[in-house]
């Protein structure tokens, strides 16, 4: 019963961190919509693998905080290098 | 004893969906990026540490249990370094916070 | 009340695809593509197929998001203009006209969940009393994957195969040696180590139990979710942490592109001699219980060594992969 009202919560939360995503207006916005729709899926799988009472299924959020981690700092990564190379050409085209 | 562990674990959940929620409404209507980011690590970490001490204390000392410790404590790792990333990447490509002028320099997008 | 939750996403899927096919830059169209592989890994995992929504997690939420952003970093940023309107309505048309068909098409299958559908009926009762009988093994799926349907995952093993040499061909490997570093690149280095001292210190203590996590999984996937391709995935996730961290030359000289490209082609190589090593000691192509006196034993070796063949194949071609995109910016 308490379950169903986490997992409402963290359904929720999923969409008002969507709503950042696409309304965002710095990219930097969206990178935070999705590290947060990350985390929210972790927790989902949690208390999920418990309400369905598979508790193997924990692997996968374990997987997922993995994938989630890594994938925001190389989207930080990319994000930087751009914004270095741009940096050097406007330097040079000056 | 296991009406005790039930009622606390559902306090447990139900304050980290609480805190949950509040952030997720904290990252939608904070005025700019940096204020966002902060009411999205609420999220993070106190929403997470209370969901998972919940469910932990609904499995037991099973595997589960342990696997559920390791998702914390790794999500209290990277979590906060993840951020950090993220507002050190937005600092460096000019986005001021939020009382000082937009821009330091041309915008990005 | 799962249903309702399931349905709840399939709409967040369905603003996430509007938003994407709605965005200019396409740059927010690759991270809201990885949003939306997220969404439909929590719709597999609330739908109960546990090592689909695993391997869709990694890798179409984080892989795949990496490797979009690495090839718009190597092209353009923004849509091109769009053509005159003539052609797109007849663009609206066609698809309109095919979608149709297609959605009438589906009305002759039967309703998602339906008993009485051929798949309920005939093929996974056949498959739940025939794998405890014949491999013995708690998770099913990877029963079917790699022993009742090894012959399909020996093709799905080969596509990897294939998309990593295309890859390879058109990007080329790596230098060998130093590059030499552009002015840009030197500057971003130098800022780069100050700005990812947090990031390196909390790296450096993950890695190595990232990689142990990804050797449970690939072992693990007799018993759970699991197996080859999410381990393959794991690893290469772990090594884009590394290189991203320590730099692309050191990553480089950690693992050069000799030893990925040994790892893709041993792999699919491991696959297939298993099956030809099956022939010759009696049995069909593929067929594991002559690997043993005891034929369940037998299909547990035979399974646990083509997962092996597979795990190295995904990790060989996606560090390969990555490895040209990324070795592609630096130039």
């Known amino acids: 019963m308490i379950y169903y009202a986490v997992i409402i919560a963290i359904l929720a939360t999923m969409a008002l961190a969507l709503a950042r995503a696409l309304l965002g207006p710095t990219v930097y916005d969206r990178v935070l919509a999705v590290n947060m729709l990350g985390t929210k899926t972790v927790l989902l799988i949690a208390v999920a693998a418990f309400f369905m009472d598979r508790p193997d299924f924990l692997d996968l959020a374990l997987t997922y905080a993995l994938i989630n981690f890594i994938g925001v700092l190389a989207v930080l990564e990319f994000f930087r290098v751009r914004a270095q190379r741009r940096l050097a050409e406007e330097k040079k085209g000056d | ?88 990447a937005a600092l460096l490509a000019g986005i001021n916070p939020g009382l000082a002028a937009p821009w330091r320099h041309e915008p990005r997008s | 009340m799962t249903v309702f939750f399931i349905i709840f996403l399939l709409t967040l899927l369905v603003i996430t695809a509007l938003a994407i096919v709605q965005a200019k830059n396409l740059f927010v169209a690759a991270m809201l593509s990885g949003i939306f592989s997220l969404m439909s890994a929590m719709t597999f995992f609330l739908l109960d197929a546990a090592d689909v929504a695993l391997t869709e997690a990694a890798v179409g939420a984080g892989i795949s998001t990496v490797l979009f952003l690495g090839a718009l970093a190597l092209t353009a940023e923004h849509e091109h203009e769009r053509t005159g309107t003539a052609a797109r309505l007849a663009a609206l048309a066609v698809v309109t006209a095919v979608g149709a068909v297609l959605i009438y098409a589906t009305f002759d299958m039967p309703r998602l969940g339906d008993p009485n559908a051929p798949a309920q009926l005939h093929v996974a009762p056949w498959y739940l009393e025939k794998t405890p009988e014949y491999i013995h093994v708690p998770n099913v799926v990877t029963a079917v994957l790699a022993s009742f349907r090894g012959y399909d995952t020996l093709g799905e093993t080969f596509v990897v195969f294939t998309a990593g040499i295309g890859v390879l061909f058109l990007l080329g490997t790596a230098p060998v040696g130093q590059p030499k570093l552009s002015p840009a690149m030197a500057f971003a280095g130098k800022s780069g180590l100050r700005h990812y001292q947090i990031p390196r210190v909390v790296g450096r203590l993950l890695i190595p139990f990232i990689l142990l996590f990804a050797l449970y999984v690939q072992f693990h996937g007799d018993f759970g979710p699991g197996g080859g391709f999410q381990a393959g995935v794991i690893v290469a996730a772990s090594m884009v942490l590394y290189a991203l961290l320590e730099g692309e030359q050191q990553a480089r000289r950690v693992l050069s592109s000799g030893v990925l490209k040994v790892l893709a082609a041993a792999g699919t190589l491991m696959y297939g001699f298993t099956g030809v090593a099956c022939m010759l000691l009696g049995g069909k192509f593929l067929d594991y219980s002559v690997l043993s006196s005891d034929p369940v034993a037998g299909q547990h070796l035979g399974i646990m060594l083509i997962e092996a063949g597979v795990g190295t194949t995904v990790t060989g071609v996606l560090i390969s992969v990555f490895h040209s995109f990324a070795a592609r910016g630096t130039k």
């Open chain 2, 1 to 88: 004893m296991t009406f005790i562990v039930d009622a606390a674990s559902w306090v447990l959940l139900t304050l980290g969906g609480f805190f949950v929620l509040v952030g997720g409404i904290g990252a939608l209507r904070m005025p700019d990026l940096y204020t966002r980011m902060h009411a999205a690590s609420i999220t993070d970490s106190l929403g997470s540490m209370l969901i998972i001490a919940g469910v932990i204390l609904q499995a037991g000392f099973t595997l589960a249990a342990v696997k559920l410790a390791a998702i914390l404590v790794f999500l209290l790792f990277t979590s906060p370094t993840a951020a950090n990333a993220l507002a050190s």
